[in-house]
Antibody, heavy 115, light 110 residues
Framework: QVQLQESGPGLVEPSETLSLTCTVS????????WSWIRQSPGKGLEWIGY???????NYNPSLKSRVAISTDTSNRQFSLHLSSMTAADTAVYYC?????????WGQGRLVTVSS | QSVLTQPPSVSAAPGQQVTISCSGS????????AFWYQQLPGTAPKLLIY???KRPSGIPDRFSGSKSGTSATLDITGLQTGDEADYYC???????????FGGGTKLTVL
């Protein structure tokens, strides 16, 4: 059974960088695409980007200047870094398996941007 | 403003059937597969339909999907109160080079 679990801070100050990690079990990090998707409170889904371990990541152009996704195959993890956080970045952040469609999702991590 | 257009809400009685539409363009649904996700209240989305009309293991055949041109459709038959959820369509947009979703449709089973 494939399982994904997000970890990281639930509160980030404005202008700071968000760092989230997704730990994967039941699947090899090096065999699939992995993505981050977020959902603002009461809103729809927004794709942030994906990574395949041997390729350059692909990012949403609207976030490209602020986002970085990386993998750590030895620890079965992949990570999201989003800089210059503002209130508009307050959302539930999901790590998911897949690049263009998503068959397994983490439970989500609510990240609030506030001082 | 979502790239894919869905009705904000649909409703029907238990046992009835409902259809949820998803309208896109030639750069997304018209050029790639459509996918559907179900988000029950307070939970993460779950894959419901992939490759336009395929169901992952464990998804009942009451849920079916189709695609025609630049639009996709999700049909749910034999509605149950447990089907009350938000439903999202999604695909890849080749012009924008991004994953795109509809704004979501809230299903109410009256």
């Amino acid at each position: 059974q494939v399982q994904l679990q997000e970890s990281g801070p639930g509160l980030v100050e404005p202008s700071e960088t968000l760092s989230l990690t997704c730990t994967v079990s039941g699947a090899s990090i090096s065999s699939y695409y992995w993505s981050w998707i977020r959902q603002s409170p009461g809103k729809g889904l927004e794709w942030i980007g994906y990574i395949y371990y041997s390729e350059s990541p692909n990012y949403n152009p609207s976030l490209k200047s602020r986002v970085a996704i990386s993998t750590d195959t030895s620890n079965r993890q992949f990570s999201l870094h989003l800089s210059s956080m503002t209130a508009a970045d307050t959302a539930v952040y999901y790590c998911v398996r897949g690049g263009k469609w998503y068959d397994f999702w983490g439970q989500g991590r609510l990240v609030t941007v506030s001082s | 403003q979502s790239v894919l257009t869905q009705p904000p809400s649909v409703s029907a009685a238990p046992g009835q059937q409902v259809t949820i539409s998803c309208s896109g363009s030639s750069s997304n649904i018209g050029n790639d597969y459509a996918f559907w996700y179900q988000q029950l209240p307070g939970t993460a989305p779950k894959l419901l339909i992939y490759d336009n009309n395929k169901r992952p293991s464990g998804i009942p055949d009451r849920f079916s999907g189709s695609k025609s041109g630049t639009s996709a459709t999700l049909d749910i038959t034999g509605l149950q109160t447990g089907d009350e959820a938000d439903y999202y369509c999604g695909t890849w947009d080749n012009s924008l080079s991004v994953g795109v979703f509809g704004g979501g449709t809230k299903l109410t089973v009256l």
